[in-house]
């Protein structure tokens, strides 16, 4: 059964950079697609981008122009990177595998989240 | 619309069932499949139903999924106080080229 975990630091200050890893265990990172999703507090998820395994990415216009995500198949792990964070970016942020049926794409497995804060 | 509808709660008693809507558009519902997922907080977000109706894997027959014209639907019969939690929906949206979820609804099996 595959795992997930979400790493990183959980308070930051406003114009840093915001980096998550997300680790992988249980099965290989390729094949699949990978995503990172959000939610701040009282409101709802938030898609941020996702990652094919050859490094072809998908993300949120509303985000895009601030966002890097990669993968790294030899520690079996993805990140994201988000620049110049505000509190607006202040969330529980989820990576998540996900896999194409038919024309939507499924979040299959989710790791349990990683709380970011944002101080001003 | 481009963003997708539920009702903000449900609550039912055990044994009976409940079902739960989800509101979208012509971009998003009307022409993508929906799944759904259940969420307990400080948890990892669970897969219930992908492609309108299909059970992922360890879902019990008692959820079912459905979708017609801009509104999907979740369906849990002979309900246990174990369902609780938050349930949400979410498609495809060709506008954002990226998938959106619905708000959530929060069933409480009283």
């Known amino acids: 059964q595959v795992q997930l975990q979400e790493s990183g630091p959980e308070l930051l200050k406003a114009s840093e950079t915001l980096s998550l890893t997300c680790s992988v265990s249980?099965?290989?990172?390729?094949?699949?697609?990978w995503g990172w999703i959000r939610q701040p507090a009282g409101k709802r998820l938030e898609w941020i981008g996702h990652?094919?395994?050859?490094?072809?990415?998908n993300y949120n216009p509303s985000l895009n122009s601030r966002v890097t995500m990669s993968v790294d198949t030899s520690k079996n792990d993805f990140s994201l990177r988000l620049t110049s964070v505000t509190a607006a970016d202040t969330a529980v942020y989820f990576c998540a595998r996900a896999r194409w049926f038919g024309e939507s794409l499924s979040f299959v497995n989710w790791g349990p989240g990683a709380r970011v804060t944002v101080s001003s | 619309q481009s963003e997708l509808t539920q009702p903000p709660s449900a609550s039912t008693t055990p044994g009976q069932s409940v079902t739960i809507s989800c509101f979208g558009g012509?971009?998003?519902?009307?022409?993508?499949?929906v799944n759904w997922y259940r969420h307990l907080p400080g948890t990892a977000p669970e897969l219930l139903i992908y492609?309108?109706?299909q059970r992922a894997s360890g879902v019990p027959d008692r959820f079912s999924g459905s979708r017609s014209g801009t509104s999907a639907s979740l369906a849990i019969r002979g309900l246990q106080s174990g369902d609780e939690g938050d349930y949400f929906c979410?498609?495809?949206?060709?506008?954002?080229?990226?998938?959106?979820f619905g708000g959530g609804t929060k069933l409480t099996v009283l």
């Open positions: 990652i094919y395994m050859n490094g072809r990415t």
């Open positions: 012509s971009s998003n519902v009307a022409t993508n499949a």
């Open positions: 979410a498609t495809w949206d060709d506008i954002l080229n990226g998938p959106v």
């Open positions: 492609r309108d109706g």
């Open positions: 249980g099965d290989s990172i390729g094949l699949y697609y």
